[in-house]
């Protein structure tokens, strides 16, 4: 099962835009957690939001959790062609097995 | 310090073979696990580990075996090879997730084509 749908499927931007990705899920959560993937590799953390946290920043990158509307946003600032990537959600509902739920991801294209 | 290490990175499988996927990390994290990658789609827990010796079963396990009897190592066994276990494999660990869960590191992946 795909809890998390994530908001576009595709997404291309110019360089130095900001880019902004959706992800929706349908059961409460103890987490959910961002991650990037570029083509062919493995997935890279990003952040991890935690259910009592609302907004957390990494440099670039900001997430929203808001588990009324049981949503996250992930937002990339001045983007850059090496965020290039393929970006996915993932919920957590065990705590501690970690049984992490994937949504589909969005594919980001950065053009020059 | 390696991180997580998957072995091989690429196999081709006859129908009815059986193989081990090999995951190790030097991290010295409790938790492991494999995730299973189809086109297009997101990530699947195959299986998963909390400590040595103590396994358990994600969303999609029947096909497949683990064991955990070292702290690095969790392989994942492929009982007899089917079509539809064409997939790209991803081993992951974490330091302990408590309550709250922890950040959870990923292997560059083995993809995996069965005949």
């Known amino acids: 099962s795909q809890q998390g749908e994530e908001d576009p499927q595709a997404l291309s931007i110019q360089e130095g835009e900001n880019a902004t990705m959706n992800c929706s899920y349908k059961t409460s959560i103890n987490n959910l957690q961002w991650y990037r993937q570029n083509s062919g590799r493995g997935l890279v953390h990003l952040i991890l939001i935690r259910s009592n946290e609302r907004e957390k920043h990494s440099g670039r990158l900001r997430v929203t959790l808001d588990t009324s509307k049981k949503s996250s946003s992930l937002l990339i600032t001045a983007s850059r062609a090496a965020d290039t990537a393929s970006y996915f959600c993932a919920t957590d509902a065990s705590g501690r097995a970690q049984k992490l739920v994937f949504g589909q991801g969005t594919r980001l294209t950065i053009n020059p | 310090n390696a991180g997580v290490t998957q072995t091989p990175k690429f196999q081709v499988l006859k129908t009815g073979q059986s193989m081990t996927l090999q995951c190790a990390q030097d991290?010295?994290?409790?938790?492991m696990s494999w995730y299973r990658q189809d086109p297009g789609m997101g990530l699947r827990l195959i299986h998963y580990s909390v400590g040595a010796g103590i396994t358990d079963q994600g969303e999609v396990p029947n096909g497949y075996n683990v064991s955990r009897s070292t702290t690095e190592d969790f392989p994942l066994r492929l009982l007899s090879a089917a079509p539809s276990q064409t997939s790209v494999y991803f081993c992951?660990?974490?330091?302990?997730?408590?309550?709250?869960?922890?950040?959870?590191?990923f292997g560059e992946g083995s993809w995996l084509t069965v005949v």
């Open positions: 991290m010295n994290h409790e938790y």
């Open positions: 992951a660990s974490s330091y302990s997730p408590g309550p709250t869960g922890n950040t959870i590191y």
